[in-house]
T-cell receptor, first 113, second 113 residues
Framework: EAGVAQSPRYKIIEKRQSVAFWCNPISGHATLYWYQQILGQGPKLLIQFQNNGVVDDSQLPKDRFSAERLKGVDSTLKIQPAKLEDSAVYLC???????????FGPGTRLTVL | GNSVTQMEGPVTLSEEAFLTINCTYTATGYPSLFWYVQYPGEGLQLLLKATKADDKGSNKGFEATYRKETTSFHLEKGSVQVSDSAVYFCALSMSNAGNMLTFGGGTRLMVKP
């Protein structure tokens, strides 16, 4: 069974630029999560989707971050414009539903210069 | 709010030594508790979990017991190997909060031959 796929694996941008990350969850998984993991810290949830609806986005900085999961499968997380403090690893996870084990992708490491 | 505190690393041990990584939590209600492991260059993987008080989770020689009275979920292994070198994250989730994970800051384990 294929795992959670993310791309790109690495991205370097300058502050005030825009960037987008893509996530393809495990087939059949209804719930999708985006986490931000700053170096030396544990992951912090940004947003949770159930199919194509948002369950929780209370920790998402909505002035610059946006996320969508239009067809209830793939998801995109965007940052516009990026700040230095956005440098982190962005993790995508999926689960069959919100009560089952979450499976994590390898992450996208973002460096903002 | 909910939070997880775990001992800071790095923890450096010799092969075959006994491992303990402390984890305590604060939660309103009765959380499920998890240990995740992140090997170098890889995504987070679920190591073990416990869903109610006095439950013991175990996997790959690692164990942790859910102690409600001390709000703890310490990770232990009787004899570590070099291949156990990784970052370990303690986490909790609440079923009444969409099962979203709250992570501790992580503990890096380095095992020397």
């Amino acid at each position: 069974e294929a795992g959670v796929a993310q791309s790109p694996r690495y991205k370097i941008i300058e502050k005030r630029q825009s960037v987008a990350f893509w996530c393809n969850p495990i087939s059949g998984h209804a719930t999708l999560y985006w986490y931000q993991q700053i170096l030396g810290q544990g992951p912090k949830l940004l947003i949770q989707f159930q199919n194509n609806g948002v369950v929780d986005d209370s920790q998402l900085p909505k002035d610059r971050f946006s996320a969508e999961r239009l067809k209830g499968v793939d998801s995109t997380l965007k940052i516009q414009p990026a700040k230095l403090e956005d440098s982190a690893v962005y993790l995508c996870a999926s689960s069959q539903d919100r009560y089952n084990e979450q499976f994590f992708g390898p992450g996208t490491r973002l460096t903002v210069l | 709010g909910n939070s997880v505190t775990q001992m800071e690393g790095p923890v450096t041990l010799s092969e075959e030594a006994f491992l303990t990584i402390n984890c305590t939590y604060t939660a309103t209600g009765y959380p499920s508790l998890f240990w995740y492991v992140q090997y170098p260059g890889e995504g987070l993987q679920l190591l073990l979990k416990a869903t109610k008080a006095d439950d013991k989770g175990s996997n790959k020689g690692f164990e942790a017991t859910y102690r409600k009275e001390t709000t703890s979920f310490h990770l232990e292994k009787g004899s570590v190997q070099v291949s156990d070198s990784a970052v370990y994250f303690c986490a909790l989730s609440m079923s009444n909060a969409g099962n979203m994970l709250t992570f501790g800051g992580g503990t890096r384990l380095m095992v020397k031959p």
